[in-house]
């Protein structure tokens, strides 16, 4: 199964009916902008916010974001979600609350009829999924493998401390959150989000070690609810100009070694072969 993943470090919610949130998202830097039509609006406001993406989508995208929406898990308010997002020319979509690969199913043939109806390219829409319940842990690795528009996966950390009831602890959440990481990995998608939750939105300091050991742990990208969190994630999960440089250096240094015949070789003080290189020729990627 072949995908075309984004090269998303952050993804900003903004909920679809907050006029002055929508007007100022294009200029917070983030690389995908999620209109929220679930969490953000409340159940009587979901038709008066879908009726706004139609305008939203093109305000928001202003600043060259990826343009998601985060649509309803009930089933009659999906399909009106995806139809209005589809419509409205949305990058990609936030599936919530993922039963398995059949739900996943369901809902991507709903997607390819909206995106005929539109005159859009089938396909043309991704998708983002959001495991939040108990039920779904053991069903990652098929809801990853379910749609070739599933270029991401995330593990809801609220939603799904209160489907364990559980509190929302680093300890409660780590091993879901990072079997999320394997079954993306695998799967050849992205793992988005990061170890643990964060409620006081005010420790920015706190927030930035928490990402940095989550992109150690394997984490791709994030989403954030408030604009002071976006550059902290575009530095935490983007790649410094000093580790771009280094593995530029590694990479040429290795094609040198490989073009003698020799296999792994000394660099910088660090024993490298292929699974090292390959790791720094990601960096380049994503750098780019």
Not at 18 to 47: M, N, Y
Not at 124 to 135: D, K, P, W
């Amino acid at each position: 199964m072949t995908r075309k993943l984004p090269n998303w470090r952050s993804l900003l919610y903004v909920p679809t009916n907050r006029e002055s949130f929508v007007a100022k998202a294009h200029t917070r830097g983030a690389d995908a902008i999620i209109l929220d039509l679930e969490d953000a609006i409340a159940p009587g406001e979901k038709a008066a916010a879908r009726a706004l993406l139609a305008g939203a989508v093109p305000r928001v995208r202003q600043g060259g974001a990826d343009v998601v929406v985060r649509v309803n898990r009930a089933l009659r308010l999906a399909v009106q979600d995806i139809d209005a997002a589809v419509a409205a020319g949305a990058d990609a979509l936030i599936l919530t609350k993922l039963l398995g690969a059949d739900h996943v199913r369901l809902l991507d043939e709903h997607i390819g009829e909206a995106e005929a109806l539109a005159g859009r390219a089938h396909g043309s829409v991704r998708v983002v999924g959001l495991v939040e319940t108990a039920e779904a842990i053991p069903q990652m690795d098929a809801i990853c493998r379910a749609s070739a528009r599933m270029v991401a996966l995330g593990v809801g950390g609220e939603d799904l401390a209160t489907d364990l009831g559980a509190e929302a602890t680093p300890d409660a959440l780590d091993l879901p959150k990072r079997l999320g990481i394997i079954a993306a990995r695998g799967a050849g998608i992205l793992p988005t989000g990061f170890i643990g939750t964060v409620a006081d939105i005010t420790d920015l300091e706190g927030y930035r070690l928490i990402l940095r050991r989550s992109k150690a742990l394997g984490y791709a990208c994030a989403s954030c609810v408030h604009p002071s969190q976006v550059a902290i994630i575009n530095e935490e999960y983007g790649e410094a100009p000093e580790a771009v440089a280094r593995a530029r250096r590694m990479v040429a240094a290795f094609d040198e070694a490989i073009a003698r015949g020799v296999g792994a070789v000394s660099f910088e003080g660090q024993m490298i072969d292929e699974p090292v290189v390959e790791r720094a020729r990601r960096v380049l990627l994503r750098a780019r």
